[in-house]
C-alpha cells in the first residue's frame, strides 16, 4: 500500500524555524505527478489544513494562519513536499501530516477545507511538532 511519510518534526523553541519534508513510501506513487498538501491536528481539536501546491509547483494556496509562517514548496527530481514554518509561536504538540492522491488538484483553498472532497486521498502517519521553552 502506498504510504506518504513525514519526517522532521521535533521539539522546537518559541522564534526557531522548523522544515518539514514528505515522500512516498513506495515507489508505486509518484509523489511528483501530483498535488499535495499539508495537515495538522493538535489532540483535542479538528484536523486542519495549512497549505497545497499544485503538481509542479506553480501553484500554492495558504490558510490564513499559515501565510506569514509557512512555505510550502516541492522539490520534484526528489519526489519530495515540504513545509517550511517560520518563527513559530508557542504551541500545543500537533501532528502534521503530508496528503496527496492521484486523483488529486490544488486549484484553490478548498482541499484546505474538504480534502476529501477534492480527492486528497492518501495520507502520511505524521509527524509530531512541538513548539515549547
Known amino acids: 500500500q502506498v504510504e506518504l511519510v513525514e519526517s522532521g518534526g521535533g521539539l522546537v523553541q518559541p522564534g526557531e524555524s522548523l522544515t518539514l519534508s514528505c515522500r512516498a513510501s513506495h515507489s508505486g506513487l509518484t509523489l511528483a505527478y501530483y498535488s499535495a498538501a499539508w495537515f495538522r491536528q493538535a489532540p483535542g481539536k479538528e484536523r486542519e489544513g495549512i497549505s497545497c501546491?499544485?503538481?509542479?509547483?506553480?501553484?500554492?494556496f495558504s490558510v490564513e494562519f499559515a501565510q506569514d509562517r509557512f512555505t510550502i514548496s516541492r522539490d520534484n527530481s526528489r519526489n519530495t513536499v515540504s513545509l517550511q514554518m517560520h518563527n513559530l509561536p508557542p504551541n500545543a504538540p500537533a501532528v502534521y501530516f503530508c496528503?496527496?492522491?492521484?486523483?488529486?488538484?490544488?486549484?484553490?483553498?478548498?482541499?484546505?477545507?474538504?480534502?476529501?472532497?477534492?480527492?486528497?486521498?492518501?495520507w502520511g502517519q505524521g509527524t509530531q511538532v512541538t513548539v515549547s521553552s
Open positions: 501546491i499544485d503538481h509542479n509547483g506553480d501553484k500554492s
Open positions: 496528503v496527496s492522491g492521484t486523483r488529486a488538484k490544488c486549484r484553490g483553498y478548498g482541499p484546505l477545507y474538504y480534502p476529501r472532497q477534492f480527492v486528497f486521498d492518501i
